[in-house]
């Protein structure tokens, strides 16, 4: 039996956080849900990042090197979102506006921010510098060619991580430079070595992510690539190699990751794919990635959703794209896939429904649960579904993802029953968890029993993740 839920509104209560800011920590912070049969019996309690001490996400705070945000803005809800990694942008023209003078006031208020309240920086050596006519100081730009913008980048690379090596250990090459013919995968190869080198030279015990590919699917950028660091005996210069590859459904991307990782074992059984950029818009939007389609703020909340518990459910490190709505001077367009609704002031005006799913994410899933690779189960289901189980490192309690994987995620709530046979489990109290809205429902014992060595649910799914799990892995807010 399908349910459905018309959404006339979502409201959001406000707490103050600073002047003009605000973020709600009530239980109901999401009122958009799916109708369901269960008894609710509380919500997911946010969890700060000073209450997790690890996990598998990113959150991305890019651009601030173009000054297409504002970090003082929005800074005081990075530790509320629960998510304990930012990735920024080092910004080489704004800091070296004139030869030789290094004005880094705009990147250690960044920083010292960060690492003052729980956060890791994940610092990104891009882009170019115009005062040595380098190349590009914006996305698709070209790497400096020329003697003197080399040198010029080399200094800036060393005074960096001299400056920052105490606060930042894990860097990442430049940005997208697949979007540029010049950037050849050799050339990229090169560069990549060239800095990687500089960096552990200052820093030993720096961890490096090389390539930052926009694609997600190019095999031959990818092996070229490798083929470079394998011949000069450079591999093990990186920890990391870095894709985004956006496409409207979300799962979709996981034939091309698969590609690239057949591809990267080709010459290494060490390093590991790391998705660094990823997210929806909420609105439509003519350009940008993900452009031209009718985005909600309810389709952006699954997207999200998606992405990283299907990056998760992958083992591979995932990060958020962005924190914030980008507005970009030179066109007078905003990109919208912030998880905090701004303006052409670059004002914080209110968190969207996404910020809130990816808040319930990050306070559900750290490090105490570890991932049931030989996860075995059978779902009698209408639509293709995707499943992945983890248990507390702790109790061996167990928690299952799930959601309708087949098509880009639309903005109702419309659900279908599926059963879910898992094989082994521990669910002592099973609960019912809506990750977008972060609310929690007892699974009526009508609905489920244990047998044969494990567990058979009857639930309803949709296009958005929701956990089957034991209670006492949920941080429960009633």
């Known amino acids: ?46 969890r700060t990042v000073h209450e997790i001490e690890s996990s598998n996400w990113t959150i991305g705070c890019e651009v601030l090197d173009r000054d297409y945000a504002n970090f003082d803005s929005y800074k005081e809800f990075l530790p509320l979102l629960g ?3 930012i990735r920024l942008q080092g910004g080489w023209a704004k800091t070296e506006k004139q030869r030789g003078v290094y004005n880094w006031a705009w990147l250690d208020s960044i920083i010292d921010f960060a690492t003052a309240n729980g956060l890791k920086p994940w610092l990104q050596t891009s882009y170019g510098n115009p005062v040595y006519d380098s190349g590009g100081m914006n996305l698709g730009g070209s790497i400096p060619l020329t003697e003197e913008a080399l040198a010029g980048w080399d200094r800036w690379v060393e005074a960096m991580v001299t400056r920052y090596r105490d606060k930042v250990t894990e860097w990442e ?48 950028y990818l092996d070229r690539y490798l083929k470079v660091l394998s011949e000069k005996g450079k591999l093990d210069l990186f920890k990391w190699i870095v894709y985004h590859g956006y496409t409207m459904n979300p799962d979709d991307n996981y034939i091309g990751q698969a590609k690239l990782d057949s591809v990267l074992r080709k010459y290494s059984d060490k390093l590991k794919l790391r998705q660094g950029e990823n997210g929806a818009p909420s609105g439509y939007c003519n350009g940008f990635a993900l452009k031209k389609y009718h985005w909600t703020e309810i389709s952006q909340a699954k997207w999200d959703a998606r992405r990283m518990l299907g990056d998760l459910g992958r083992d591979i490190e995932s990060s958020v794209f962005s924190i914030i709505d980008m507005y970009y001077q030179s066109n007078h367009t905003l990109n919208v896939k912030g998880l905090i609704q701004s303006d052409s002031t670059l004002k914080a005006i209110r968190p969207k429904v996404a910020y809130y799913t990816v808040q319930h994410i990050a306070s559900v899933f750290d490090h105490n649960l570890e991932r049931i690779t030989n996860f075995s189960y059978q779902v009698k289901s ?23 994987d087949g098509n880009i995620p639309n903005d109702n709530f419309v659900t279908q029953n599926v059963e879910i046979t898992v094989k ?23 609905d489920w029993h244990k047998s044969g060595g494990g567990y058979t649910f009857r639930i309803p799914l949709y296009d958005s993740p929701v956990l089957i799990s034991d209670i006492s892995l949920i941080p429960v807010q009633k």
């Open 1 to 46: 039996m399908k349910k459905t839920l018309a959404i006339a509104g979502i409201f959001l209560l406000s707490v103050n956080l600073t002047s003009g800011q605000f973020i709600d920590g009530s239980p109901g912070r999401v009122r958009a849900c799916p109708d369901l049969p269960f008894k609710q019996i509380g919500t997911i309690r946010p």
């Open 83 to 85: 998510i304990k990694k």
């Open 173 to 220: 090459m430049w940005n997208e430079p697949d979007g540029n013919k010049e950037n050849t995968p050799e050339r990229i190869a090169e560069f990549n070595i060239r800095t990687a080198e500089m960096i552990l030279r200052i820093q030993p015990d720096a961890e490096i992510a090389g390539l930052a590919m926009a694609s997600g699917n190019n095999t031959g």
């Open 382 to 404: 209408p639509e293709s579904v995707s499943a992945f189980a983890y248990r507390s490192k702790k109790t061996g309690k167990q928690v299952v993802s799930l959601w309708f």
């Open 424 to 446: 082994g489990g521990d669910f002592s109290t099973p609960v019912w968890v809506d990750l977008l809205s972060g609310r929690i429902y007892r699974i009526p014992g009508a």
